[in-house]
């Protein structure tokens, strides 16, 4: 699959897409294909289905498969061919406006609509619908994801968005799992050196408060340098290692304070590349465990991009996103 047939898709071609994962299984189930009718479906797409009989699905959740076509919203029938899926019957591909179909109940019939992609919908709830905002999310792994009215290539990925919108996102960039790497080792000094075993909320409590305590401190002036590249595949940083080590200041403090700032680095090289000079961003948003309540992360990204910085106002931002969908959906429909 040519790099450009990919882009039209919005993504890029990594083990993890369905059309891999599809391929590899079409290799060894030979049997199942030849004697079989075969429906492809996303997940939401197969309870629509249950519930309404409609084979259909959202284009949140259609892109990510790799088997689509941005420029048409509709499935590319190459990449389809080249994974050797032309004998599948594909859903209809529907906006979030669109009915997909009615499941009926002893409460009467209920408008069943299409499923929306978890990402989307998790920005969404944390922009509350608004637009010219940043969202950074540093769950597992971070991403980067701006709201933007046209697709642009680039270094980053064109995923569908709502209202003929697009969500122009870098993904796999240094998170908490990156973080944890660092705690493990704290861990395993208080096991083998000290017999000291510790869960990991007293240590995280602990270093946040030990951060505090060397950002208020005027004689910390040589602070490490840390680059989070732990993990392969990894977006925006290529090794992981631990420069810089004077006396003095291979501290705990230091060593997340240099993490952090790694991190956050990371993030606002990420954000430039998706805003350039055609996506104006007013304020970044802060989602995701490792960094919605980090005042250190939140002063850093904010001093470092100039752009005002806050965490979400709002708790599961998914689903904050989907009730506020549903109830745009629902006025419009009366």
Same mark, same amino acid.
């Given at each position: 699959?040519?790099?450009?047939?990919?882009?039209?898709?919005?993504?890029?071609?990594?083990?993890?897409?369905?059309?891999?994962?599809?391929?590899?299984?079409?290799?060894?189930?030979?049997?199942?294909?030849?004697?079989?009718?075969?429906?492809?479906?996303? #997940?939401?797409?197969?309870?629509?289905?249950?519930?309404?009989?409609?084979?259909?699905?959202?284009?949140?959740?259609?892109?990510?498969?790799?088997?689509?076509?941005?420029?048409?919203?509709?499935?590319?029938?190459?990449?389809?061919?080249?994974?050797?899926?032309?004998?599948?019957?594909?859903?209809?591909?529907?906006?979030?406006?669109?009915?997909?179909?009615?499941?009926?109940?002893?409460?009467?019939?209920i408008p069943v609509f299409p499923d929306i992609g978890d990402h989307q919908a998790s920005v969404y709830g944390a922009l509350g619908g608004l637009e010219e905002m940043a969202v950074i999310s540093g769950g597992t792994a971070g991403i980067v994801s701006v709201v933007s009215k046209e697709s642009t290539p680039g270094d980053h990925e064109n995923r569908p968005y709502f209202n003929h919108c697009y969500l122009k996102t870098v993904t796999q960039l240094p998170g908490g799992r990156n973080l944890d790497v660092l705690i493990d080792f704290i861990e395993d000094i208080g096991k083998s050196i000290y017999d000291v075993s510790r869960n990991r909320e007293d240590i995280w409590r602990s270093v946040t408060s030990t951060i505090l305590n060397t950002t208020n401190n005027d004689n910390i002036?040589?602070?490490?340098?840390?680059?989070?590249?732990?993990?392969?595949?990894?977006?925006?940083?290529?090794?992981?290692?631990?420069?810089?080590?004077?006396?003095?200041?291979?501290?705990?403090?230091?060593?997340?304070?240099?993490?952090?700032?790694?991190?956050?680095?990371?993030?606002?090289?990420? #954000?430039?590349?998706?805003?350039?000079?055609t996506v104006p961003i007013k304020k970044i948003i802060l989602t995701g465990g490792s960094i919605h309540d980090n005042l250190f992360m939140k002063e850093t990204i904010q001093k470092r991009s100039g752009i005002e910085t806050i965490p979400s106002i709002v708790q599961n931002q998914e689903l904050a996103g989907l009730l506020q969908l549903a109830s745009k959906i629902n006025s419009e429909h009366g």
């Open positions: 699959m040519a790099p450009e047939q990919m882009a039209k898709g919005g993504t890029r071609l990594k083990p993890g897409l369905a059309a891999c994962n599809l391929h590899h299984w079409m290799l060894n189930h030979q049997e199942i294909i030849e004697n079989n009718k075969l429906y492809f479906c996303t #997940l939401g797409g197969f309870l629509i289905y249950k519930l309404t009989g409609r084979h259909a699905c959202h284009i949140t959740n259609a892109a990510p498969t790799g088997f689509v076509d941005l420029t048409k919203l509709a499935w590319n029938p190459d990449i389809i061919c080249a994974v050797g899926c032309a004998d599948f019957i594909f859903p209809d591909i529907l906006h979030e406006h669109e009915v997909c179909g009615y499941f009926s109940s002893s409460y009467g019939n002036s040589d602070v490490l340098q840390v680059e989070l590249g732990f993990f392969q595949g990894q977006q925006g940083v290529k090794h992981g290692r631990i420069d810089d080590i004077r006396p003095g200041n291979f501290t705990v403090g230091s060593l997340f304070m240099a993490a952090y700032e790694n991190m956050a680095d990371i993030y606002i090289t990420a #954000l430039h590349k998706l805003t350039g000079s």
